[in-house]
């Protein structure tokens, strides 16, 4: 009977749900069934969401209340927890997304390939004429104030007076009548030098910060794992942005 109903059926005329006439093109795509079926049914759905919640604020008690109320406010219609004050923000969005997807594996292994370029770039550049370098004094001892005023700073080097406030190759008036000078000496070239050398600089320091947060990232995450452990601890401090929790566990004699 089955297979005869479906012989009838292979032979029906199939029905077509007629498309928008030429004249009602500019309202659009016609609606069918189907389409006033699932915005009928997302309508009913919003329309009885919002009585349950009507429902639910006329139930409610309004002497009702929770100490949570005191420390939590509404914004944007979303409950957001008030900030005590004096207290730091414990993990930022970078240290939290490389913590909840990375192992301590990793973390190590990137924070040993950052040490390793950071050290290769170390002895690249020297850190002679880096701008957070810490100046060094050079002091000239003389006898007399007269001797003070009659100072001159490049002789005493015995050196060009426009090498006087170089911190590196600084080289002898004699070294420089007998020497013939190498590398580059034409002021374009040496601005384009200057400019590589103080973009490595910046490099530098990028990679110094990456190491450092890598550091801190992996101290956290086996501060994390150490919290597992049953022994009764103590925190001493808290945890903030640049130093992972510190906790003192009680001592216990292993077996």
Same mark, same amino acid.
């Given at each position: 009977?089955? /297979?005869?109903?479906?012989?009838?059926?292979?032979?029906?005329?199939?029905?077509?749900?007629?498309?928008?006439? !030429?004249?009602?093109?500019?309202? &659009?795509?016609?609606?069918?069934?189907?389409?006033?079926?699932?915005?009928?049914? +997302?309508?009913?759905?919003?329309?009885?969401?919002?009585?349950?919640?009507?429902?639910?604020? =006329?139930? *409610?008690?309004?002497?009702?209340?929770?100490?949570?109320?005191?420390?939590?406010?509404?914004?944007?219609?979303?409950?957001?927890?008030?900030?005590?004050? &004096? @207290?730091? $923000?414990?993990? @930022?969005?970078?240290?939290?997304?490389?913590m909840r997807t990375q192992d301590i594996r990793y973390v190590e292994m990137k924070? !040993?390939?950052? &040490?390793?370029?950071?050290?290769?770039? *170390? /002895?690249? =550049?020297?850190?002679?004429?880096? +701008?957070? *370098?810490?100046?060094?004094?050079?002091?000239?001892?003389?006898? /007399?104030?007269?001797?003070?005023?009659?100072?001159? #700073?490049?002789?005493?080097?015995?050196?060009?007076? $426009?090498?006087?406030?170089?911190?590196?190759?600084?080289?002898? #008036?004699?070294?420089l009548e007998t020497q013939t000078i190498q590398g580059a000496v034409e002021p =374009? !070239?040496?601005?384009?030098?200057?400019?590589?050398?103080?973009?490595?600089?910046?490099?530098? /320091?990028?990679?110094?910060?990456? $190491?450092?947060?890598?550091?801190?990232? &992996?101290?956290?995450?086996? @501060?994390?794992?150490?919290?597992?452990?049953?022994? *009764?601890?103590?925190?001493?401090?808290? $945890?903030?942005?640049?130093?992972?929790?510190?906790?003192?566990?009680?001592?216990?004699?292993?077996?």
């Amino acid at each position: 009977m089955s /297979s005869f109903r479906k012989a009838l059926k292979s032979q029906q005329k199939n029905h077509k749900e007629r498309s928008q006439p !030429v004249f009602r093109k500019h309202l &659009g795509h016609l609606e069918k069934k189907k389409d006033y079926k699932l915005r009928a049914d +997302d309508h009913h759905k919003k329309e009885n969401t919002l009585a349950a919640l009507r429902k639910k604020a =006329l139930d *409610k008690n309004p002497d009702e209340f929770y100490f949570k109320m005191v420390s939590s406010q509404l914004k944007d219609g979303v409950h957001v927890a008030n900030k005590a004050k &004096g @207290t730091e $923000e414990e993990n @930022t969005e970078e240290q939290r997304k490389v913590m909840r997807t990375q192992d301590i594996r990793y973390v190590e292994m990137k924070r !040993v390939a950052e &040490g390793k370029k950071i050290e290769r770039l *170390k /002895s690249e =550049l020297h850190l002679l004429d880096a +701008d957070n *370098k810490q100046k060094n004094r050079h002091s000239f001892y003389l006898d /007399s104030k007269q001797e003070v005023a009659d100072f001159d #700073l490049a002789s005493h080097l015995d050196t060009a007076p $426009e090498l006087v406030d170089r911190v590196y190759n600084r080289p002898t #008036l004699h070294t420089l009548e007998t020497q013939t000078i190498q590398g580059a000496v034409e002021p =374009l !070239v040496i601005k384009k030098l200057a400019r590589q050398r103080k973009h490595q600089y910046k490099i530098l /320091s990028q990679r110094i910060d990456r $190491e450092k947060k890598m550091f801190v990232i &992996g101290q956290k995450i086996q @501060t994390r794992k150490d919290l597992h452990d049953k022994n *009764k601890k103590v925190k001493v401090s808290k $945890e903030t942005v640049n130093v992972s929790a510190v906790y003192k566990f009680e001592a216990k004699r292993k077996r």
